[in-house]
């Protein structure tokens, strides 16, 4: 059965799919536009029932919150292609520890940036000034811990990659289009981490597949 995937233009569904490449599951794309406000039609909000994505449906299963969709992926094709929770008990505790430093420290900082710098244009407020400051300045204080975290292990779960650092790649990669991503090369071990792990194929194929949306 292959997955089907909503949204695949934006970047929390980026997330699922690099998972599913890296997993080899066989996957199809529904666009979603959120710019022109599709994610609140009625036909996607009976899937998604809070309008945003992504969703997926596999088979007679519809999950979405695209955390708990790669955590479904990699564990129920844990044995199928890479190993993206880690081999022992304590190594998963460590992603689970990553991922919810992502979703919880990170996250928040880096939506707002990319909100008020790249889209309220398009999605009609006004950008936020102090809303930029202070995001900037919060996710400066995250990566400093990175930073220490990333001077002592080649990932942030270990020394191999898993979805703690699967999870960070699609709106990290916004830094770059917002002349932002000093906040990456001015730390020695993030901006190593981070060129590892954009070059992945994993990630080299979504981006190939789905490029970002166009904010001109």
């Not at 029932?49 to 007679?60: A, K, L, Y």
């Not at 270990?158 to 703690?164: E, I, T």
């Not at 699967?166 to 990290?172: A, D, K, Q, Y």
């Not at 001015?186 to 981490?193: F, I, K, L, N, Q």
Request: aromatic share 12%; proline share 6%.
């Amino acid at each position: 059965m292959v997955v089907k995937v909503y949204g695949p233009a934006f970047a929390s569904p980026k997330r699922v799919l690099i998972c599913l490449v890296e997993k080899e599951i066989e996957f199809e794309t529904v666009p979603v536009d959120i710019i022109k406000g599709e994610h609140k039609d009625p036909e996607y909000l009976k899937l998604q029932p809070f309008g945003v994505v992504p969703v997926i449906q596999d088979g007679d299963y519809t999950l979405y919150e695209s955390r708990a969709i790669i955590r479904y992926y990699a564990e129920k094709y844990k044995a199928q292609g890479t190993d993206l929770l880690g081999k022992t008990i304590e190594e998963r505790g460590t992603v689970e520890q990553w991922l919810e430093v992502e979703a919880q420290n990170y996250h928040p900082s880096i939506y707002n940036l990319v909100l008020h710098v790249l889209f309220s244009d398009k999605m009609g407020f006004p950008a936020d000034a102090k809303v930029i400051e202070e995001s900037e300045k919060n996710l400066g204080k995250v990566l400093d811990i990175y930073e220490e975290r990333l001077s002592k292990s080649k990932y942030l779960a270990g020394d191999f990659f898993s979805l703690a650092d699967l999870s960070h790649i699609p709106f990290t990669n916004y830094l770059g289009a917002m002349g932002k991503m000093y906040l990456i090369k001015e730390r020695e071990h993030v901006s190593a981490w981070w060129d590892d792990i954009s070059s992945r194929p994993s990630w080299k194929k979504v981006l190939e597949l789905y490029p970002a949306p166009i904010l001109e």
